[in-house]
């Protein structure tokens, strides 16, 4: 399918709640072809790599893990008491300290007094590490999911501090931020009274931009979305990001599963304008296959850059108004085939990746679910 061609050959149409077969996780969430070329070549390779592999089979085949890992969503759902969100803000803080150690003052401005963007802001944790270091008048742009549908309480203060702006707004429904209209969309579209009008300024820019969102599962959304929604979530999330990022500015954003073909795929599209590395905080994702990367002095005016966030919003239009066909085969035409990811980026991949499968299978081993060997 050609890029941007929902845009460029009709008006814009409403996506198909009933049509869900091709998003399975495999499309989604894993990427062509991941399973027969990318996981053979990294246990192939990858001693780390392999072992984790193992470990996580063993995990997956103990109920305890399943019993596990879905206490620790149901813990994600379930934050909105006081003791609970005081913990994530604190988690958050902490992580932000690991991050900003391991790369160089990842949190630190390039301007001063500088501004830091982070779009999916809530609790609060990372602008407030970010604004202990900065300068006293560092500008602050923040968006989050209100409480009232679904998000975390912000527990940053800011009631008194006129250089914080928080946005409390479903950033996967700025439309007009995404290039999309809001008198182009139809009145049949599941979403129609929920998008919203351009809420960035064109020019409007920030030395460090931050995505560490994930779906919430305490938020309704329409049925079109339930397996769409981490797709909207990071491709409007990074459209916004490195469109009003400085040149020379710091990008840092949670992802999940460094093998994973979509994942390699960004990967080596942010290396291609940035000087980009990854790393897994010991603190609090540990046992998770999440990880954050760290694109520093990124070019964000670059030719490639502008190709990249293109290649966004058209993911996120397909994924918003677009038929599940549409929207496969959007993913499969946004990023080379595995064999060609491989050949041209693999030995980097393992570099990035080493670290973090290290990390993960180092926690697993000594994870409650897993045998022991005797």
Known sequence: MDRGANREHGAVTAANPGETHLLS??????????KSVIVPYLRERVPEFRRLDRLRQQGWENPAGDRFFQAQRSNADNIGDQQSSQFHFGLMQRIAAELHNAADGCFTTVTKPGAILDVCAAPGGFLAAAMALNDPDLRVRACTLPF???GYKVLLPHENNDAVNINYCDVTMLAEDFGVKIEEIPASHPDHNKFMPRQFTIDEQYDIAICDGHVLRTQERASYREKRESIRLQNGSFVLALEHLRPGGTFIALLHKIEMWRIACLLQTMSRFSDVRVYKPKCGHAKRSSFYMIAKDVQSHSSEAKEAIKTWKNIWYVATFGTDQELYQAIRDSGPSAEELLADFGP?????GRPV???QAKALAKAPFIKKKK
């Open 25 to 34: 996780t495999t499309i989604g969430d894993t990427g062509p072809d991941n």
């Open 148 to 150: 009232s549908q679904g």
């Open 348 to 352: 980097q991949l393992i570099t990035l």
């Open 357 to 359: 499968w290290l990390t």
